[in-house]
């Protein structure tokens, strides 16, 4: 079974200083990699994805992340983080062979930014 | 209209109490989602709807009971909760049956709290 894992729980940054979120994979196969934001009191965005193809993928709001299967992650970058950045953000897996109609979800970064 | 969306946005309800929790999704989608998302919890899927037919349930108790009329609408029917069913719940849709490589689209969520 997949799994996904945020060794951050909590990450504080100075606005316009550059930001990594972490994520690592569990999974046999090829994934499909999400990342999701979640602001307060909302549901769930989707920011950018990976299915296949060039490793860098570029997202909204200015965010990017890069697929490494040698080291099973899916890091999620912002050169200059804005206040508005401030929310939650998840990375997701997806099974594409075993037919299992969802996602699995990690338990999330929660992103604070400082004037 | 536009995206996914949920009613009611709160709902505070008794254990003994029946109610519903209503999606709609506008996106022409085929499948259908409800996920549970409980403080420090990864989201946890609950069922999955594909073209009206249930194809997942993960292990939710009986008193979750989900309906899917047709592919724009999905309910949790909602009795005899326990405190600990208190959480928000996501209701998300996407274009294809296979929503592990599907990219999943949500609504804002119905924050319930159950006294």
Known sequence: AQSVTQPDIHITVSEGA?????CNYSYGATPYLFWYVQSPGQGLQLLLKYFSGDTLVQGIKGFEAEFKRSQSSFNLRKPSVHWSDAAEYFCAVGAG????RA??????????VQP | ETGVTQTPRHLVMGMTNKKSLKCEQHLGHNAMYWYKQSAKKP???MFVYSLEERVENNSVPSRFSPECPNSSHLFLHLHTLQPED???????????AAGGTDTQYFGPGTRLTVL
Do not use: H, V, W
């Open chain 1, 97 to 100: 062979d075993t037919g299992r």
């Open chain 2, 43 to 45: 989201l946890e899927l």
């Open chain 2, 86 to 96: 208190s959480a928000l719940y996501l209701c998300a849709s996407s274009q294809g």
């Open chain 1, 18 to 22: 550059s930001l990594e979120l972490r």
């Open chain 1, 103 to 112: 996602l699995t979800f990690g338990s999330g970064t929660r992103l604070q």
